[in-house]
């Protein structure tokens, strides 16, 4: 491809990764994920352990995101073990630290629980109380800007409860855009709803596919060219809000999560579920500690962080906008550190987490439909397809992906 060609925002990309940020001492995950700073950071070593954000490590390099690093070593030495997992039947995302290039890896691991907060009331009111803490301060980090909340389900919903300052605007999709907007009318909210489309443009299935960098399956990621726009229209002068991972931690779902998904781990899971309540509850503990609890936990870094993690640091690096979710803040993230699942989370507690947001019971849809894939996505997190967008834009890449 001739220079004319080469899109404006990698030409952007490669300017800004010119310039060597200043070496730090200690780099946080609040520092890649407060604001919209980056995509490189610099630092002679790395506090904390990020169990959702991306933070990807090349030497002393820190970015959100894969793309920047390889394009600042110079060139992709191909990962063979992930490229055969992104190429493989039914590929989802990679459960790994490891990424698409041999000398890049993701910083971060699982969380290991205190189950110091048992009582579910206590655990709803902490719940609630962080999350208005977290989106309170990412809110007065980011000043200026308007707060885009992606709602669909119920995690979502109770979102739209929560107190924002700064303007604040709903879009959803199709089958829950109606959904959505009822949820608006009959709680009474003064919200705006937009309707988003998941429309084809392949100069951002491009973007999407060399910044997705093989981590998840794209058909899962819609609405790219939309919250793109979006963008746009508002200047980049935005936080992208997801409800990610949510109904993991404050529903039984816990205990039927699973890396991989399905399989026979699954099916056991499924079953103890179901016939749990049969048992003592000093039983129920002992089982829930030792068999599902920690497993549980592993899942959350190995599938969650793995897959809707990926696809938050997507959407900021295709939008040129902070994004977040609200279930993985700072606050947040303690109460999450804290909860004994077994105990605290006999039910559902997000009607709880709602009611205490909203004042008064939320009226919630009975529905929760999922939006189809993105059938026109497919194949467009192959390595054989980020290689070939690479080596067309002049990117070195040592190594083959198998065809």
């Not at 992104?86 to 630290?97: D, I, Q, R, V």
């Not at 696809?311 to 109460?335: D, K, P, Q, W």
């Amino acid at each position: 491809m001739t220079p004319s060609e080469t899109p404006a925002w990698l030409e952007r990309l490669h300017a800004e990764i010119l310039v060597d940020p200043p070496l730090t001492e200690l780099l946080t995950e609040q520092d890649l994920w407060g604001t919209h700073k980056g995509p490189l950071f610099r630092a002679s070593s790395f506090l904390g352990q990020p169990s959702f954000y991306p933070v990807y490590r090349y030497q002393d390099y820190y970015s959100y995101s894969v793309l920047p690093l390889i394009l600042k070593k110079g060139g992709l030495e191909l990962n063979p073990r992930v490229a055969a997992m992104a190429a493989s039947e039914g590929f989802l995302y990679t459960p790994t630290n490891e990424t698409i290039d041999q000398d890049i890896v993701r910083v971060g691991g699982p969380v290991k629980g205190s189950n110091s907060l048992r009582d579910p009331e206590e655990y709803a009111t902490r719940l609630s109380k962080a999350l208005v803490a977290d989106i309170h301060a990412a809110e007065q980090a980011n000043p200026g800007t308007t707060n885009v909340i992606l709602c669909g389900g119920r995690d979502s919903l109770n979102l739209l409860l929560l107190p924002w300052k700064n303007r604040s605007v709903v879009v959803s999709s199709t089958p829950n855009y109606e959904l959505v907007g009822r949820f608006i009318v009959d709680n009474r909210l003064d919200l705006e709803l937009l309707e988003l489309e998941d429309f084809e443009d392949q100069a951002v299935m491009q973007h999407e596919s060399l910044e997705n960098a093989c981590r998840t399956d794209l058909q899962h990621a819609r609405w790219g060219a939309h919250l793109c726009r979006i963008a746009e229209e508002y200047e980049r002068k935005v936080i992208f809000w997801k409800g990610q991972v949510a109904d993991a931690f404050a529903t039984p779902k816990w205990m039927v999560l699973t890396d991989p998904p399905g399989g026979w781990p699954a099916f056991w899971r499924k079953a103890y579920k179901r016939l749990h309540h049969l048992l003592p509850q000093p039983a129920r503990v002992a089982i829930s500690r030792q068999l599902l609890e920690q497993p549980f936990r592993r899942t959350i870094w190995q599938r969650c962080a793995m897959w809707q993690g990926s696809h938050v640091s997507m959407i900021r690096a295709i939008t040129g906008c902070l994004t977040l979710s609200a279930y993985h803040g700072r606050e947040v993230n303690r109460v999450f550190a804290e909860v004994d699942l077994p105990r605290a989370v006999p039910h559902d507690i997000r009607p709880e987490v709602g009611r205490q947001l909203h004042g008064q019971a939320p009226a919630y849809p009975t529905q929760n439909p999922s939006p189809a894939i993105s059938s026109f996505r497919r194949g467009a997190c192959l390595p054989a397809r980020f290689v070939e967008l690479l080596q067309g834009y002049g990117v070195r890449v040592t190594g083959q992906p198998r065809q």
